[in-house]
């Protein structure tokens, strides 16, 4: 009998310890979060006139995806005159972390200016128009001021120092043909796309072909007759090359993930759709001829 007490005390006492210790860990976790994960505003130093205000923002694009594009600057000021205040200004789209100058408009010195600032409050936002997502930066009116005031670091400046120009990847150039449709089986090689860079098929491109035509697997050329489709998609697995794009900008929208088909995109140029469908190089994008 005392065997199995001290046996159950041992494993409740091993348990316990567990939980305690899972629970220490998450707490360290969250705080590790809060104190390094969180985004960061940089306020910087501006090199052109005072309608311009120049930050640095940081922040776990992997983690939280966004089409990062605007920025707003609130200003609280009960006892004061304005009472309130906004300006925004929007930039080119940033995908991971980034520094920006941009111009406010003359509303940034008139707010800065504000009767009774020391006792306002201001709210630096940093969004995206696209996806709905922003953050933001709450501090007294003292502070702000402080930090545009006392600012060194220019956006090149913080950029280097944060290797945030390594951030930025671009994609590989891809060769995208004028024409690409896949000719008859080829003796010994199965079906290939009848293109100019096939050396199964340089004859065929040795002269100018007509325009919009493809070259028909008998060795002269064609010109193929365009349809109409009633539905095009793109199935998992897309890699975001953008030769789609490339072909037929009014129908494939490609984005960070994958490729999208635009709302309301035109279906009646199926040579278009199939020409994007034969160049993508995974084989994602499917079509229904009507």
Known sequence: MSTSLIAMGVALFVVMNLVIGLAILSLLSGAFETLFGKPKLSILRSTKSGNFFAFGFRWNSAKEPAAVDTIRIRLFNPFGNPTQSEVVSQFGVKK????????MGPGLIELIGAKNFDSASVQVVVGSS????????DMKGPKFKRLVNEAY????????????GETKTSKPPIDVPIRAFIADTVPGKGAQ??????????????GAAPAGGAAASGGTAATAENFAVTKVWIEPGCIVCNAC?????DVFDVQADTCYIRPGAPLDDGLRIQEAAEACPVEVIKFTKA
């Open 96 to 103: 991971v972390s980034f520094a920006e100058e941009v111009d």
């Open 130 to 137: 696209k996806d709905g997502i922003s953050w933001q930066f």
């Open 153 to 164: 670091l220019t956006v090149d400046q913080f950029i280097g120092d944060h290797n945030l």
């Open 193 to 206: 796309l009848a293109i100019a860079t096939n050396p199964a098929f340089a004859n065929l491109f040795a």
């Open 245 to 249: 794009e490339d072909i037929y900008k």
